[in-house]
């Protein structure tokens, strides 16, 4: 009977174990990455919707590289340029890029490490290839 009952301790020890790290909040670094992906994403998602304004054709690119110093100046360019505010997932898109301008400059201002300061690269980025399906 021990066998089994040392057995059953072990796996509720793991389970704990794996319950723990899986709920570990996310670093400042790891939530900034997320959402700067996340709004790249949804931007490339809106400058290829068929049903979005001509306005969104206009928008300042965003493709956001948080490793890159000039990115506080780009969202500061894309959350403040005037056209667009009528279409809501314009909106939607300028309040994400607020909230993570707001998260580096404020809450992850000493996490965070620029590693260049290249401004052309977020102009004109040299994406990875697209993955298989």
Known sequence: KFPTMKMLLSLIALLSVALLAST???TCYSRVLSLSKE?????KELQ??????SCVQML?????DIHNYCVLAKLREFVAYPSCDRVLEVSDLKEKARSLYTIMISYCRRDLVFLTEDCNA?????LP?????
């Open 48 to 53: 290829t919707s068929k049903a979005v304004d």
């Open 122 to 126: 977020l102009e004109s980025p040299v």
């Open 39 to 43: 709004i790249t994403e949804s931007f």
């Open 24 to 26: 570990a909040p996310p």
């Open 60 to 64: 300042p690119r965003l493709y956001l």
């Open 129 to 133: 290839p697209p993955e298989p399906s």
